[in-house]
């Protein structure tokens, strides 16, 4: 039923920016937590950035910290990852994720987009 759809990945040199969005089927972002993954060529999937609705907060990681940003727009059902200064080790396919309940950002997520690739060149 919660369908969400990523756009905005493509090719960009290392320490440009790219925006990418994830429309979702108009559910409420107050009532699940969100965020975006990527998994990198012969990687595993990991977490990049997390808004939960346990506290309200967003969450980050280290690796892209200062230079990732996420937010939404709920008068579109949209959110977004800003990505600046971007270094060729962020390439890999992004994804938008929600879970059901509303946990931490710790906590596995139930709804997955298909993703969009992002291409960072040195």
């Known amino acids: 039923e919660l369908q969400l759809v990523e756009s905005g990945g493509g090719l960009v040199q290392a320490g440009g920016s790219l925006r990418l969005s994830c429309v979702t089927s108009?559910?409420?972002?107050?009532?699940?937590?969100i965020g975006w993954f990527r998994q990198a060529p012969g990687k595993e999937r990991e977490g990049v950035s997390c808004?939960?609705?346990?506290?309200?907060?967003?969450y980050h990681a280290d690796s892209v910290k200062g230079r990732f940003t996420m937010s939404v727009d709920r008068s579109k059902n949209t959110m977004y990852l800003q990505m600046n200064a971007l270094k060729p080790e962020d390439t890999g396919v992004y994804y938008c994720?929600?879970?059901?309940?509303?946990?931490?950002?710790?906590?596995?997520?139930?709804?997955w987009g298909k993703g969009t690739l992002v291409t960072v060149s040195s």
């Open positions: 994720a929600a879970d059901a309940m509303g946990g931490s950002c710790r906590d596995g997520m139930d709804y």
């Open positions: 108009g559910f409420a972002f107050d009532d699940h937590t």
């Open positions: 808004i939960a609705r346990s506290d309200g907060r967003t």
